[in-house]
C-alpha cells in the first residue's frame, strides 16, 4: 500500500448546525482548546489570518495519548506541510464539509493520504479524533 493514494471518509450529524461549526472552525480556532482541551491544546497563527486561504496555523494536539503538533496551510481544503504526521505519511490533505440533507446538517471529515511505508498504521485514529471532536463541539454548544 506504500506510494498508494488511500483515503478515509467519516459523517455524522451534526445538531448545533454546520454554520455554527464552520464558522468555529475558520474564525475562532483558538477557541477549539476550550471546547476540547482532551484533544486540542492550542494553535498559533504563523501567516495569514484565521479562515482565509494561504494562511498557515501551526495545531498542538493530543492523538492516542501522545502530544503532537501539526502545521496546516488553509486553502479551500486543508494541507499538512509538517508535523509528526507527516513521519508516517508522504502526502496529507484533510477536508471538512458541511452540507445539509433533510433539514439535518452533517459534517464530513476526508483524509487523503500516501503511506510512506506498507508497515505505518493508516490514520484511522485521527479519523476518530475528528469524529470525537465534532461531538465535543457539539456538547460545548449545547451545555
Known amino acids: ?6 483515503k478515509l471518509t467519516a459523517q455524522l450529524a451534526f445538531k448545533a ?6 464558522h468555529l472552525l475558520a474564525n475562532r480556532p483558538k477557541h477549539l482548546s ?4 482532551g484533544k ?6 504563523h501567516q495569514g489570518e484565521f479562515g482565509n486561504n494561504g494562511s498557515i ?26 508535523g509528526d504526521l507527516m513521519e508516517l505519511y508522504k502526502n496529507m490533505i484533510i477536508t471538512m464539509h458541511v452540507e445539509t440533507k433533510g433539514g439535518v446538517d ?17 490514520p484511522l485514529s485521527l479519523l476518530n479524533f475528528f469524529f470525537e471532536f465534532t461531538k465535543d463541539v457539539e456538547t460545548h454548544i449545547f451545555g
Open 34 to 37: 476550550n471546547v476540547s482541551p
Open 17 to 22: 448546525g454546520g454554520d455554527v461549526f464552520h
Open 57 to 82: 496555523i501551526q495545531w498542538s494536539y493530543t492523538l492516542d495519548g501522545k502530544q503532537q503538533i501539526a502545521k496546516q496551510m488553509l486553502q479551500d481544503i486543508d494541507i499538512m506541510v509538517e
Open 106 to 122: 452533517f459534517i464530513t471529515w476526508t483524509i487523503e493520504y500516501e503511506l510512506l511505508s506498507a508497515d505505518n498504521p493508516h
Open 1 to 6: 500500500m506504500a506510494g498508494l493514494p488511500c
Open 40 to 45: 486540542i491544546q492550542g494553535c498559533d497563527l
